[in-house]
């Protein structure tokens, strides 16, 4: 059975390491705020200069002037600081953070992303998934195996503007987690969701894909 929000979310949570500074991208990536394991540090990073940031706030303890780059109210954890939105990108540029999270609307089969525009559609601005791809250390991908009308999402190439070129070290998806091989840049399944098959992932996938000898159920706990 695929894997809802959360649990692709938690999954990625899995990828955390104490004492990492981490962004999350706009979207299902701030899921992963409420999923840090117990008794770890991380620090999260925002683009609009916080870092510290926890999980999301319940009703009662909302502040609206504490927001991450995306506009949506957040908490902050003991010791999180605030700064100019240009110190951030500073933090980002200069390879001090060991890891973002993005979404993205198509990956292609040698880890390129595409994930801030459709031709044709209004949007506010690249944001900054151009600075993260480039200058963090690793780069794990989020989201749903296929877009809306059905159309697989991990294709051979990009169709649509680029944010980086093989930047991505890792997808996790509603369907399986899957690993940039270096050597063959393709990408290799090791996970799949419960009840999901190989052959599912591959009719929902028009890249070239690799597969693990052993495919391991995923984990989000």
Not at 119 to 124: A, D, N, R, S, T
């Amino acid at each position: 059975m695929p894997l809802d929000r959360n649990q692709i979310t938690a999954r990625a949570a899995l990828e955390l390491r104490d004492g990492n500074y981490v962004n999350l991208g706009i979207g299902m990536p701030t899921l992963v705020a409420n999923h840090v394991p117990e008794g770890m540090t991380v620090w999260l990073q925002s683009e609009n200069g916080m870092l510290g940031m926890g999980p999301f706030p319940h009703e009662e303890d909302v502040d609206p002037n504490l927001i991450n780059a995306g506009k949506q109210t957040v908490t902050g954890v003991e010791g999180h600081s605030f700064f100019s939105s240009s110190d951030s990108f500073g933090m980002i540029r200069g390879g001090h953070i060991d890891l973002a999270i993005l979404g993205a609307m198509e990956v292609s089969q040698e880890g390129d992303i595409a994930n801030w525009m459709i031709p044709g559609k209004m949007v506010k601005g690249m944001g900054g998934a151009m600075d993260l791809v480039a200058g963090v250390n690793k780069v794990i991908v989020t989201m749903e195996h296929c877009n809306r009308k059905g159309a697989p999402k991990i294709i051979p190439e990009c169709t649509l503007p680029l944010t980086g070129l093989r930047c991505i070290d890792m997808i996790i998806t509603d369907l399986c987690v899957m690993v940039m091989d270096e050597e063959c840049r393709r990408f290799r399944v090791t996970e799949i969701a419960p009840g999901v098959t190989r052959e599912e992932i591959e009719s929902k996938t028009t890249a070239e894909l690799l597969f693990a000898d052993e495919l391991r159920d995923i984990a989000t706990a």
